[in-house]
């Protein structure tokens, strides 16, 4: 058997974040036995393959020193460009384990890269990952399968008017981990934060703000078979002040969410238990839900609403699944063999046969 690599970091604000997800992946899967590489995506974009037993520290100042440059070509795959490997040398490897939260590694452009290369990876598709990191989208497609979700729409700058009443909540519209979220009083408000919060440029949106609703989350796999964690309510740290759980409440205690407060298995009412379960497996079917991932809702003792999916979660959600209890390794295992066996896409070329350009006049004819 080939070994896994796992990968993690990114041109992401949670890279650091990624790092600790990915290190935690590389221990449990040598403690099991299981041969594994580790690849550093930097803050830059390129690739490195790294000790797989170095810390967290190791990457305070970027790349570890003593590391090998990659390279991904297509059709190939990575490729060792000197360094800790003498010459070029391509990875042996039958999978990459994918710790690689927001940015280009949640929201498909690498899952894109890897399938040109013909790579096998865990986690979302191209089309799952761009679901799930769009929440306009995702909040329409759910709606679209028969779940409730509170209104939500794109915010501009000439947005005029809105249907619901505020506070309003205004968040990236691409993004996640309460990165650039805030809490307003009124659209004026929500459509100036366009101007001052960088996290907004590329889009935002804007919902009702519901003080009465609390969070709560619960993880899910589809592979081998669907199975869902017990349920979860996030906590704010004790020193938290915002309205709502930021950056530091979820990532803030050394180990990724893993070591975030919360309340697990959450006291719910049955009726809330049984709606978000319901709606979790409609979720997980609609978002092309693959390897783990993490469905948000917003509930209280009466309603119950989808909010967002992570695709790819903090530590990758292994700390949800007590009920029933999953090993960490044995979640990573099964996130392989979902790769390997379940693959993603494999781009073709058959019908390319040359006929139109044999048939074709000049190209300057075409624009004339």
């Known amino acids: 058997m080939r070994d896994a690599a796992v990968l993690f970091g990114g041109p992401s604000p949670e890279h650091d974040v990624s790092i600790l997800t990915g290190l935690q992946a590389v221990r449990a899967l040598r403690a099991a036995g299981r041969g594994v590489q580790a690849i550093?995506?930097?803050k830059t974009g390129s690739f490195h393959l790294v000790d797989a037993g170095l810390e967290a520290t190791a990457f305070v100042d970027g790349i570890p020193a003593g590391s090998s440059p990659l390279t991904l070509e297509a059709g190939v795959g990575f490729v060792a460009q000197g360094g800790r490997l003498r010459g070029t040398k391509s990875l042996e490897i039958d999978c990459v384990v994918l710790c690689t939260h927001g940015g280009p590694g949640e929201d498909g452009?690498?899952?894109?890269?890897?399938?040109?290369?013909?790579?096998a990876y865990t986690g979302p598709s191209v089309a799952g990952a761009a679901l799930g990191m769009d929440k306009l989208a995702f909040s329409d497609v759910v709606r679209a399968a028969g779940c409730r979700a509170l209104p939500r729409l794109a915010l501009t700058s000439d947005l005029e008017a809105l249907d619901f009443a505020g506070p309003y909540i205004v968040k990236p519209r691409f993004g996640g981990s309460s990165?650039?979220?805030?809490?307003?009083?009124?659209?004026?408000?929500a459509k100036a934060r366009l101007n001052t919060n960088p996290h907004l440029r590329a889009g935002a949106v804007i919902e009702p703000y519901r003080e009465d609703l609390d969070d709560l989350q619960v993880g899910v796999r589809r592979h081998p078979t669907v199975t869902l964690s017990a349920i979860e309510r996030?906590?704010?740290a004790a020193s938290a002040s915002g309205d709502i759980l930021n950056y530091t409440d979820k990532y803030g205690g050394g180990e990724g969410m893993a070591s975030a407060p919360r309340e697990l298995?959450?006291?719910?009412?049955?009726a809330v238990g049984e709606a978000i379960t319901a709606m979790a497996r409609i979720v997980a079917q609609a978002a092309l839900v693959r390897g783990v991932a993490r469905i948000d809702f917003l509930a209280n003792a009466d309603e119950v609403y989808v909010n967002?999916?992570?695709?790819i979660p903090g530590s990758l959600a292994r700390y949800l699944f007590i009920e029933p209890a999953i090993p960490f390794a044995q979640?990573?295992?099964?996130?392989?063999?979902?790769?390997?066996?379940?693959p993603t896409r494999r781009y073709s070329a058959e019908g390319a046969d040359g006929l139109v350009l044999r048939g074709a006049a000049s190209i300057a004819a075409k624009l004339a």
């Open 331 to 342: 979640l990573l295992a099964d996130m392989i063999d979902e790769a390997r066996t379940v």
């Open 308 to 311: 967002e999916i992570n695709t």
């Open 109 to 119: 452009s690498l899952q894109g890269a890897l399938d040109v290369a013909g790579v």
């Open 265 to 270: 298995p959450a006291r719910v009412a049955p």
């Open 40 to 42: 550093y995506w930097s």
């Open 179 to 189: 990165i650039g979220i805030d809490v307003v009083a009124d659209l004026e408000t």
């Open 234 to 236: 996030p906590l704010k």
